[in-house]
């Protein structure tokens, strides 16, 4: 891998929005570190880029996590960080399985801060740099059945805002950005065995899109980034709602659809 390029290192870069973070990053010039637990996947993602470093990592097991941030502290030539691995479950919180929660707060929470502190002190030091954590619109409220999804992106939102006012209060031009998209077309709600058919095709949003409209989003500086002008007003209606609207609205929704839904 030439050192003289930027380099850019991808989770979850085995399908859906991280591969297309990969592909248009290569595009852009940077130098890859593509990371997911598929292995198959990313060697032929590294293959159709034609050079990109592969580290098959469960990023929800502290051991391969840690070798994970030890590869991001050893980049000297990092520019870029996107953390976006993640998944969602479907079901009431006390009838699924715990073990499920714990392994999404693991992968939503802990390895994006993790992931996170290990970039930062590099690009802080170098005085260049960006982290770029997908969220979800689902941060921005709640829905019955998506309890631990929607609180870990809901840290997550808040945790980006928080590294944003400590870069800033700091001086340094290293730049965060949550991304928040809504309903997103990839492998994400088949991996849940959620019908895409029960989403209005309109509410769909091509992963192509998103990873445009976050690239946009950085150079402009934006710290949230909502693609799409159907989830940018929804994101403002919910901030509006009082708690008991947000209530009603929510479980009058998720009854009407019969099932329960994860954005993203």
């Not at 260049?128 to 939102?157: D, E, R």
């Amino acid at each position: 891998m030439d050192i003289h390029k930027p380099l850019a290192l991808v989770t979850g870069a085995s399908s859906g929005i991280g591969a297309t973070f990969a592909r248009r990053l290569a595009k852009d010039g940077y130098g890859l570190i593509l990371v997911a637990r598929r292995r198959d996947r990313l060697e032929a993602l590294a293959r159709e880029l034609g050079e990109a470093e592969t580290l098959v990592a469960d990023l929800t097991s502290d051991e391969q996590l840690k070798l994970v941030e030890e590869r991001i502290r050893a980049a000297a030539n990092l520019e870029l960080l996107v953390n976006n691995a993640g998944f969602g479950t479907v079901g009431r919180f006390f009838d699924i399985p715990v073990d499920s929660q714990d392994q999404m707060h693991r992968l939503h929470v802990m390895a994006t801060l993790r992931l996170a502190h290990a970039a930062l002190g590099g690009m802080v030091a170098r005085g260049k740099g960006a982290v770029i954590n997908v969220s979800s619109v689902a941060g921005f409220g709640h829905s019955p059945g998506n309890v631990s999804y929607c609180a870990t992106k809901a840290w997550m939102n808040s945790f980006t805002e928080g590294l944003h006012l400590d870069l800033r209060r700091a001086g340094s031009p290293v730049k965060v950005q949550c991304l928040c998209p809504g309903f997103t077309l990839s492998e994400f709600h088949d991996v849940i065995r959620m019908d895409p058919k029960r989403v209005p095709g309109w509410l769909w949003t091509p992963a192509e899109d998103v990873v445009e409209a976050s690239i946009r989003g950085l150079a402009q500086g934006k710290l949230f980034v909502v693609p799409g002008l159907f989830y940018k007003v929804l994101v403002k209606f919910e901030g509006w709602m009082p708690l008991w609207a947000r209530t009603a609205l929510a479980i009058r929704y998720s009854k009407r659809e019969g099932r329960l839904t994860t954005a993203r």
